[in-house]
Structure formats: structure tokens, C-alpha cells
């Protein structure tokens, strides 16, 4: 059975899903705050509060994260989530009160439900309210409730996804992830290169590669504008590392996404990857090892938000699919 990055100490996650208008927000939690660092390759963002990953910034502590379906509007999620751990005295001091610095990252998913119904203030603040450091609900939940992957011919013949959750044990304690997967191709075994959700042949019964149909001139129809398509991500450990050493670490953990996506990082794609340190552990560890186990992680997260996603809004979900 996968673990769950909540084994990785300090953490707490919650969610806040609306099924009826399909889409929703997830919080990240950090009790005793973190040091973060991030890998951004997408080409179209959706963010608040990134300038805290820049190596200048004064503040190297983050408090929490939230990822939120709903577009740009997802963002006020964030205010939600602020006010749940200002109640809760997690934060930046600053003598009057405490300020929770909570980066913010969202993803499309307004074609699938009620374009009119996004995460709000009130979304972010009960998923916060909700976080638990326990078993943490997977699937269509939270930020993956809208997820879909092979939308090169739109919904219609798309595969609905969602978020998982995973941990691998390494000589320096759980390392966990968290992954929402809404990628514009396919997901694929990393190891045989098998398509485990995408693109739907014409039949809808089963799956056709979205790399062959572009390599054939084939180009995404109805709605594509850039950005539409978003796998947000998030790899823990409890080694101490610093912002500079972590966002070395995402952009070596994003490797699993170039194993598992086809195609990875294109333009319609809007992918955010962080790194966080819970700062448990002293640091003594060798950056490349480390990252190897995100990576595992990482890939098993994202193959969960695939196999216990279920079928909404008139997508199917791969298990429901024929054999």
C-alpha cells in the first residue's frame, strides 16, 4: 500500500470539493513552516505568492500551499486558507499578529462543471480548516475534482483524472507527494510506455497516443488556449535544505513527469512543481540520491490520481473504461 505525504512530519492536508460544479481546492499545511523551492516549466501559470520561491526573496518560510481548480479565480482561495492559520497562530510574527505566507497555484477546469461556481475564500478556509496529518482523501477531490488528461479533441473524447498522494521510505526518512493531474496528453507507464489515461480513440473505449496524432499534423480543436491544461505537484522530506537546494530538487523531481507525461511541459500545459523541507532532520544527503526518491514518489502520485479517479461530468475515468 502507498504511503501518503503526510508521513513526512509536519504536515497536514485538507480539501474543499464541490462535486455539482466539479472542481475544488486543496491545502498543504506546514505546522512548524518549511523552506520551499519550486520548478515552474509551464508556459501559461496560474500563481500568488511565487515571488517567495525567488532565491533573493527576504522570507525563505512558506506556511502552507494551496493548488485550486477554477482558473485565475482559484486564486482568492488563498485569502481562505491565510485567515483558517491565522486562527490556528501559524505564521510570519510580526508582533501584532502573524502573517501565513501561503503560495497559491491553480489549474483550468471550467469546461468540465459550472464555470460560474470557483474555489473561493470560504473553499480555502475549509479546506485549511480540514487538514489532517492522517490518511488523506484521493481521486476527485479537492483540486483534481475537475482533472482531465488527453484533451488534444477536447472533453469529449478526454479521460478524467484527479489527485494522488504517495510516500516512499529512503535512508532519510518518507519522502511524499502530492500530485493534480490535468495534463493536456497522456499518462503513461514510465516503464513500458503504456497509455494508463488520455486520448480516447473514436470509439471512446480506448486510448490513442496524443504524440502520434501531433507527429500526424493533428491540432488541438475548440478551445485551446494556452494554459487550459495543468499538472500541479508538491515532493517533502523532512531533510533540512535550503530554498537554493530545493529548487534544485524540483527541477530534478519534475523528471517524473517527462517520464510519465507524453507530451510533457507543451505550451497548452501550465505545470508548477515545489519542493519543500520540513527542516526535521539535519542535512547530510547528496541531492542526487534524494532526488531519485522524489522522483519515485512523485511517479506514484501521479499514477494514483489516475487509478482512483472516478468518472464526472460525463467523462469516464480509465477504470470504467473496457479492459
Request: charged letters at 20%; a negative charge; aromatic letters at 6%.
Amino acid at each position: 500500500m502507498a504511503g501518503t505525504i503526510t508521513d513526512v512530519a509536519g504536515i497536514r492536508v485538507g480539501h474543499a470539493t464541490d462535486v455539482e460544479a466539479i472542481t475544488g481546492c486543496t491545502a498543504v499545511v506546514f505546522t512548524e513552516g518549511a523552506h520551499a523551492g519550486w520548478a515552474p516549466p509551464g508556459f501559461a501559470t496560474g500563481t500568488r505568492k511565487a515571488d517567495v520561491f525567488r532565491e533573493t526573496h527576504l522570507n525563505e518560510t512558506i506556511h502552507g500551499l494551496v493548488f485550486a481548480g477554477g482558473s485565475d479565480y482559484g486564486l482568492d482561495a488563498a485569502g481562505g486558507a491565510m485567515r483558517c492559520l491565522e486562527e490556528q497562530r501559524i505564521g510570519f510574527d510580526v508582533g501584532v499578529s502573524v502573517v501565513p505566507i501561503v503560495p497559491t497555484a491553480i489549474l483550468f477546469d471550467l469546461g468540465i462543471g459550472d464555470p460560474n461556481r470557483r474555489p473561493d475564500g470560504q473553499t480555502g478556509y475549509q479546506a485549511c480548516q480540514r487538514a489532517t496529518d492522517g490518511v488523506v482523501d484521493e481521486g476527485c477531490v479537492g483540486a483534481g475534482t475537475g482533472a482531465t488528461v488527453g484533451n488534444l479533441f477536447g472533453l469529449d473524447r478526454a479521460t478524467k483524472t484527479g489527485l494522488g498522494i504517495a510516500s516512499v521510505d529512503s535512508p532519510y526518512g518518507p519522502i511524499g507527494a502530492l500530485a493534480v493531474v490535468n495534463a493536456f496528453g497522456d499518462v503513461v507507464d514510465p516503464d513500458t510506455g503504456e497509455i494508463l489515461a488520455g486520448l480516447r480513440d473514436e470509439t471512446g473505449e480506448g486510448f490513442i497516443s496524443t504524440e502520434e496524432q501531433i507527429r500526424q499534423g493533428v491540432l488541438r480543436q475548440g478551445f485551446g488556449g494556452r494554459g487550459t491544461n495543468t499538472t500541479l505537484w508538491v515532493v517533502a522530506t523532512e531533510v533540512e535544505l535550503d530554498r537554493s537546494e530545493l529548487t534544485r530538487l524540483a527541477r530534478m523531481a519534475d523528471q517524473a513527469l517527462v517520464r510519465t507525461h507524453s507530451p510533457a511541459h507543451g505550451t497548452f500545459d501550465g505545470d508548477i512543481g515545489i519542493a519543500i523541507s520540513t527542516r526535521q532532520q539535519p542535512s547530510n544527503v547528496d541531492l542526487n540520491h534524494i532526488a531519485r526518491f522524489a522522483q519515485d514518489a512523485l511517479m506514484s502520485a501521479i499514477r494514483r490520481a489516475v487509478t482512483k479517479a472516478t468518472s464526472l461530468g460525463g467523462v469516464p475515468c480509465a477504470a470504467e473504461l473496457p479492459s
